[in-house]
């Protein structure tokens, strides 16, 4: 009788002996003490280092310093922020005057309400409509294009929408209200300035104000800062098909659930949702303080991960497996595939393509609107 | 399915646990497995993708250079983190805390060859793939499973132990 082959044991415990050197294992442990003996004891050890394993499963996310996987952010004072806003917002309106006929527009006490169309985030001249004319409508001269209004939450909430009409060249006023409202975020500054500024974008502008106010007051997610329209409205045909835009500025509410990290960053208000309340496993702040969301149908972003510079890759979210958000392209015709797992911190994942599987690239991804079709 | 979204779903579950056992940090884990399937895409054909997967896997871990900094800042971490359970924790999560600590230590105890071997099976790689990742002949898998088990266990009894001592001698 062979003395007990303890390596033969466990082989034969873990089944990967064929049948016939299983059935000599089995003979000899069912006739030698010595071989039961043996047998016993490894099943014991492969019990235990099994229960050992298991218990290295417990290890919480997170652990690494943040220094270690992310690059830290950069602050800017609040002061850059609002010359940045005053010279796009009045470069924006610059624009739209010279790119526009000289068309004079009637407008009614209260905007007219206007299918939400979603738009791509900025860059963009701010487009045109023709607002219907109205009984008390007031005639508005042509220097008055390409007004800006600011409305403040509380207004919007307590009065009717802003109407439509002007007393000021829109240059100037854009520049007054740019300035009111660098002061008053001045002025805030303080704990809000430590939540950066969300930016919910709509288009037409002519969508009423209180409409919006309403709903995004109703967000639990964010809380509204202010309104800020853009665009100009021209009856002309060319201006027609021209689109302005709505820019809410709100500020996220700090969400204390365990896997979500409040942060500021762009979302889109679709027809009938806020992309931000939708029901999301996590969300965090991207490398620029994006929001970053694992949401089928949402778009993301892409970023190199190593280098966090964009890719200019925008891909849709498709489908939710486990904390594995899977992307599909924008276009049908793309190969381009990807997936992100939801981190606490971060979305991270790979886009690649299909079937070369090239140029593929380990990548984080921030929510941002999706860019119309 | 998509054949990347297949690879995905089948095997990333067992090899993030692999690496999170074998790393102790899941963060770190992750990173290591998604370089591993970016790898896995680049590749025309896998005759056997769990073996590859795993193998690539372990390859990765081996790089010695960012094991180390991450390592130092894991252990440090594990430290401050082993210091707020004392404070804070509710004895359940203290004494899971401990546990892993000593089955962490007790696997660090272990050769690499046998630690490999134990983490593999672990994911249910038969013998033939481990021998594969592991460079051996499939004839001496059972006997460094056999061997690394049983070290796995005693060092873990050797901790149990020694941290009893410690308990018994920090009461005294």
């Known amino acids: ?373 | 399915m998509s054949d990347t979204e297949r690879l995905f779903t089948t095997y990333h579950p067992a090899l993030v646990r692999y690496l999170t056992r074998r790393l102790g940090d899941r963060d770190w884990a992750e990173d290591i497995a998604q370089e591993t399937f970016v790898r896995a895409l680049r590749q025309e054909h896998l005759v056997n993708e769990r073996a590859w997967l795993f193998a690539v896997a372990s390859n990765l871990v081996r790089d010695e250079a960012r094991k180390d900094v991450r390592r130092r800042e894991h252990l440090a971490l594990l430290a401050a983190d082993a210091r707020d359970a004392h404070v804070e924790g509710p004895d359940v999560a203290l004494e899971r805390a401990l546990e892993a600590g000593d089955a962490r230590r007790a696997l660090d105890t272990l050769a690499e060859r046998d630690r490999q071997a134990l983490l593999l099976r672990a994911e249910g790689l038969d013998y033939p793939e481990i021998s594969d990742i592991l460079g051996i002949a499939v004839g001496s898998v059972g006997t460094t499973l056999s061997r690394a088990r049983r070290r796995l266990a005693e060092s873990y009894e050797a901790q149990v132990a020694a941290r009893a001592q410690r308990g018994r001698n920090a009461a005294s």
């Open chain 1, 1 to 373: 009788m062979p003395l007990p082959d303890e390596g033969l044991i466990h082989t034969w415990l873990d089944g990967q002996l064929s049948a016939d050197e299983a059935a000599r294992v089995e003979h000899l442990i069912a006739t030698d003490a010595e071989w039961a003996a043996a047998a016993a004891e490894a099943r014991g050890l492969v019990a235990a280092s099994s229960r050992i394993l298991s218990a290295l499963d417990d290890v919480p996310r997170g652990v690494l310093p943040a220094a270690a996987t992310r690059r830290p952010l950069r602050r800017l004072p609040w002061w850059t922020k609002a010359a940045a806003a005053i010279v796009v917002i009045a470069g924006t309106s610059t624009l739209v005057l010279e790119r526009t006929p000289a068309p004079t527009i009637t407008a009614g006490p209260a905007a007219p309400v206007v299918p939400v169309v979603p738009v791509v985030v900025p860059p963009s001249p701010p487009p045109a409509r023709t607002l219907p004319e109205v009984p008390s409508a007031k005639r508005v001269e042509p220097a008055q294009r390409g007004r800006v209004d600011v409305v403040r939450a509380d207004q919007a909430k307590a009065s009717p929408p802003p109407a439509a009409v002007v007393e000021k060249p829109a240059a100037e006023r854009t520049v007054e209200r740019t300035v009111e409202l660098a002061a008053e975020r001045a002025a805030e500054k303080g704990q809000r300035e430590s939540q950066p500024v969300q930016q919910v974008q709509e288009s037409p502008a002519t969508r009423q104000a209180s409409n919006l106010v309403a709903r995004l007051g109703s967000q639990p997610a964010l809380s509204l800062q202010s309104v800020v329209v853009t665009g100009l409205a021209a009856p002309s045909d060319a201006a027609r098909s021209m689109e302005p835009q709505a820019e809410v500025k709100a500020r996220p509410v700090v969400d204390t659930t365990p896997r979500a990290v409040g942060g500021g960053g762009v979302a889109r208000v679709a027809r009938d949702q806020v992309m931000a309340k939708a029901a999301a496993p996590v969300m965090s702040p991207g490398p620029a303080g994006e929001l970053a969301v694992a949401t089928p149908g949402a778009c993301y972003l892409l970023r190199d991960s190593r280098t966090l510079a964009a890719t200019g890759v925008i891909m849709r979210g498709d489908r939710l497996v486990g904390d594995t958000l899977f992307l599909a392209p924008l276009s049908s015709a793309s190969t381009t595939r990807g997936w992100v797992v939801a981190h606490e911190t971060v979305l991270r994942g790979v886009l690649t393509t299909e079937p070369e599987a090239r140029g593929m690239l380990l990548v984080t991804a921030t929510m941002t609107p999706c860019p119309l079709p």
